[in-house]
């Protein structure tokens, strides 16, 4: 058993549905059918790559994307939230080698939401936060990098940049 302190990082944003238009547009889906079609024909790992790159502008991409409150709501919930799941294979494939355990945080989880008085927010946990408790340097190295492309995705998307991703 391991126990370790994860940060979450909650950034303001000025509303959920400018901001999650804009986090949308920046991070795109994951070239799903491409990507199966390397994977059938058995592509080397450079094909793989060379799609991952020219897919992800700002280092990700989101491989799920859902609704939490549209089921709350039946329960009186008030609350907005959009959850998704943003990653990039060629980086957690650098993890992966070292510690396969790091697919439990990889993809990030991250969520755009509005509390019930109409405050809009970005949250995410910090990933070297997360790939640091599982003892592995070549991993927490990583962990630190996925620190700086987020703090890029946020400065792209003109959010305040947690101090925290720059000084990890």
């Not at 959920?16 to 238009?21: H, L, P």
């Not at 491409?34 to 991952?52: F, G, M, N």
């Amino acid at each position: 058993m391991s126990t370790y302190s994860v940060r979450r990082l909650d950034v303001a944003v000025p509303s959920v549905s400018d901001f999650r238009q804009r986090y949308e547009a920046a991070v795109p889906r994951v070239p799903g059918e491409e990507l199966k079609d390397l994977i059938r024909r058995e592509a080397s790992w450079k094909e793989i790559t060379q799609l991952i790159d020219s897919s992800t502008p700002h280092g990700f991409m989101l491989f799920m994307e859902n609704e939490a409150h549209p089921i709350f709501r039946r329960a009186g919930d008030r609350a907005v939230c959009f959850w998704y799941l943003m990653g990039n294979h060629t980086i957690a494939e650098r993890m992966y080698r070292h510690d396969p355990r790091a697919m439990l945080y990889a993809p990030l989880r991250t969520v755009i939401w509005q509390n019930g008085t109409g405050a809009s927010w970005f949250s995410v946990d910090q990933p070297s936060t997360h790939f640091a408790g599982l003892g592995s340097p070549e991993v927490a190295r990583v962990g630190v990098e996925l620190d700086r492309k987020l703090a890029a995705l946020l400065e792209f998307l003109d959010a305040d940049v947690p101090d925290e991703l720059l000084h990890s």
